[in-house]
């Protein structure tokens, strides 16, 4: 590879726990800036939970605790003076099912900037809305339309005002949970080009469970298994020559 690798996030001897089950084993790894990073491994690996210590999504979930360190641009974001809505905004989470709110196209996506002060008139939020739905691939489909539902687009068009409605809070992380899980093929493949495109942008972390998403979307492959981060890298090398059996027997299809 030849992109200097820079990290954006340095996450150092996470552990997660749901009340006495612990899902998440003493985890270090980093979150590259200008690569896409994908979380693989088995249903149940833990691959979900590690992506919400990322921006302390885990904290909506009664019962669950996190120990070890997560920096972001090595601020600690578990320290107790961290503003969480302005963390979230910072480091934005794209989810398995579509949740546009059951608003317009417009204020899908106004909604956040508007809230974190990013446009001081309507003509500012009006450029911000185009450029995050530019960005996410989307304006030319909606330009014409911007006050319909977002909840009456396809889903691979709800998917893609997901991804601008984090965008437009100019975001540094973007955190993607099976982004394309419920989607056809073609609004796939729409959302992998999409993040080729934002690569470089945003540092980009995604969880999939398909292998072949992985391969062509990644630069840097994370395997887990039963909450341990069993082996990462280089994707390609991951999949062509891993380093651990338990990583050579899932990318074989011998479990998961
Ligand atoms: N909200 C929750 N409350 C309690 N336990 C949970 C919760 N979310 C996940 N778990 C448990 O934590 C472990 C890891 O789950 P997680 O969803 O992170 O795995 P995953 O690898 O993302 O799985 P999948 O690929 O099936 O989505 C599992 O044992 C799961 O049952």
Redesign the pocket.
């Known amino acids: 590879m030849t992109l200097p690798n820079r990290s954006k996030i340095e996450a150092k001897g996470v552990s997660?726990f749901?009340?006495d089950?612990q899902?998440?084993r003493d985890v270090s790894l980093n979150i590259d800036q200008d690569r896409v990073t994908a979380?693989i491994?088995?249903?149940?690996?833990?691959?979900?939970?590690?992506?919400?210590t990322l921006n302390r999504m885990n904290d909506t979930?009664a019962?669950?605790r996190v120990e070890g360190e997560i920096r972001l641009d090595g601020d600690d974001i578990y320290a107790s003076g961290m503003d969480v809505v302005e963390l979230r905004a910072r480091v934005g989470m794209v989810f398995q099912k579509p949740n546009p709110f059951p608003k317009s196209i417009y204020e899908n996506v106004a909604y956040g900037a508007r809230i974190h002060g990013l446009a001081r008139s309507r003509e500012a939020l009006d450029a911000v809305v185009e450029q995050a739905l530019t960005r996410a691939g989307l304006w030319n489909e909606v330009k014409d339309r911007l006050k319909d539902s977002g909840t009456a687009l396809s889903g691979g068009q709800q998917q893609r005002l997901c991804i601008a409605r984090a965008i437009a809070v100019d975001p540094e992380v973007i955190l993607m949970?099976?982004p394309c899980s419920a989607l056809d093929p073609i609004a796939t493949a729409r959302i992998e080009e999409l993040i080729h495109e934002l690569r470089g942008r945003y540092a980009i972390a995604i969880?999939t469970?398909n292998m072949q998403q992985a391969a062509r979307v990644s630069q840097v492959t994370a395997f887990?298994h039963m909450?341990q981060l069993v082996e990462h890298g280089d994707t390609a090398q991951l999949f062509t020559s891993p380093r651990e059996e338990r990583t050579k027997d899932y990318i074989t299809g011998r479990y998961g």
């Open positions: 997660v749901y009340g089950n899902a998440i979380f491994g088995p249903s149940g690996c833990g691959k979900s939970t590690f992506l919400r979930i019962g669950a949970d099976e969880v469970h887990f909450g």
